[in-house]
């Protein structure tokens, strides 16, 4: 019988804000201060129901950023003195997010066993190291994001607690090596599993595309392919599956080797961080070394979130998702029996709307926060769903999928290109000015300013609102701006009624809709580590094929410059750009 010890707690981990579906994001030097980490846990083991802890399995991995080793193997002991029954860890701590999903979802044990939930060890996008972030969530046994309720729970939990369970006494797990190490715990047998991490997911993949038709466009000698992990979690399922399972060469590999610093890099998958892919695919400021691939895409440290690009060419997550959703019937095997429903969230621009109405499908606008999806998808309401940072996915799992993303658009490559490996081929360019065509083009800009003093970010999202009660004060400050932008029809802050369980979100962005069906959203984003990060969503819609293939920069202007002097953004911030623009 293992003894274990009972520690004082000392203060919420939360620092009085409350956590959302992402979890608890703060720097390694906090993570690491005694009983910091344990109060997390603890109180999410309290705010779980019973038969979810006392003889359960849960996971316990993640991207593994500099501090993952050490977590493991502290919610592992509190794992046995709490009573779970057994722990499943990916090799070396790794799995990715929508991996982890998949494991709950899908995963059998030797011995019948079946997840009900998991502590993922991520903080997404943001850099890792001993100096950078760190983070912890807790997955349910639907394998999507706890839901509010326990959430609310775990922080209410973190501000009362006394005391922590942890078996001490119990052994360091070797998380490098395969097999099941068997202990006795304070409340009976205990086991941990470490597995390998691509098995389940690739065996998942592997159900949903059609490989074989992938294989025929990634070895044929017109096609190129280049795919950068930038060294996060992604790197462990890449290699298994476009080189072993896809024939690529392993020289269309970037940065796949997962590193606790991400190699000194940011790992978001955007033009401005993921540098190396951008220059190779002939988007950088220098010249490019030969010529550039037709395919290149990118992963964030948890490979939930993607980036596509085509030679020369870069796709906004906005149009990727409406032409995912446009093609999948035809070129995804999974969804050949039809889409039940799309759904983006709120910020995401139109292009998913447009797509929906014209294939005649449900279509839902939700608030950011992958558990609304969630909800759809397991009423059975939704298949195909994206949000504008870099998230796709459907409900395959029920967290956004990196790979899937970029499996999903080899397929409509495939698919294109079935009968014209030996001719011209069909590119990553002519299928998304097809679509325009088709459906329109939503000129889309997102501008974040990261690190905000959180007091300024505060009132400048109050003085919008504040803004929002007089619009011909809105529309006078529009034209005293820019004359050839039109008027403002409606501003409002975006609240949603979940038609799955009826609970209400308020407070979601801020919204500036235009007589064009151009829009202006503002909002505080929960990602960060530290400070605030404000984010600017600019969109305009343009129905004639003529003036699709304008430079976005240039069609957006105008309401660059309306947004800028109607949100006081350099005034109240003190910047004079944004930190980052996609």
Known sequence: MVVFKVSRVQTSPFDGQKPGTSGLRKKVKVFVQPNYLHNFVQATFNALTAEKVRGATLVVSGDGRYFSKDAIQIITKMAAANGVRRVWVGQNGLLSTPAVSCVIRERVGPDGSKATGAFILTASHNPGGPHEDFGIKYNMENGGPAPEGITDKIYKNTTTIT??????????????????????????????????????????????????????????????????????????????????????????????????????????????????????????????????????????????????????????PSDSVAIIAANAVEAIPYFSAGLKGVARSMPTSAALDVVAKHLNLKFFEVPTGWKFFGNLMDAGLCSICGEESFGTGSDHIREKDGIWAVLAWLSILAYKNKDKLQDKLVTVEDIVRNHWATYGRHYYTRYDYENVDAGAAKELMAYLVKLQSSLPEVNKIVKGVRSDVSNVVNADEFEYKDPVDGSISSHQGIRYLFEDGSRLIFRLSGTGSEGATIRLYIEQYEKDPSKTGRLSHEALAPLVDVALKLSKMQEYTGRSAPTVIT
């Not at 006494?169 to 097999?179: F, H, K, M, Y």
């Not at 190490?181 to 304070?186: C, K």
């Not at 060469?249 to 190699?263: A, H």
């Open 163 to 316: 005391e922590y369970l942890i078996a001490e006494d119990l052994p360091d797990v070797d998380i490098s090596a395969l097999g099941v190490t068997n202990f006795t715990g304070p409340e009976g047998p205990f086991d941990v599993e470490v597995f390998d991490s691509a098995t389940d997911y690739v065996k998942l993949m592997k159900s949903i595309f059609d490989f074989e038709s992938i294989r025929k466009l990634l070895t044929s000698p017109k096609f190129s392919f280049c795919y950068d992990a930038l060294h996060g979690v992604a790197g462990a399922y890449a290699k298994r599956i476009f080189v072993d399972e896809l024939g690529a060469q392993e020289n269309s590999l970037l940065n796949c080797v997962p590193k606790e610093d991400f190699g000194g890099g940011h790992p978001d998958p955007n033009l401005t961080y993921a540098k190396e892919l951008v220059a190779r695919m002939g988007l950088g400021n220098s010249e490019t070394q030969g010529e550039p691939p037709e395919f290149g895409a990118a992963a964030d440290g948890d490979a939930d979130r993607n980036m596509i690009l085509g030679k020369r060419f870069f796709v906004t």
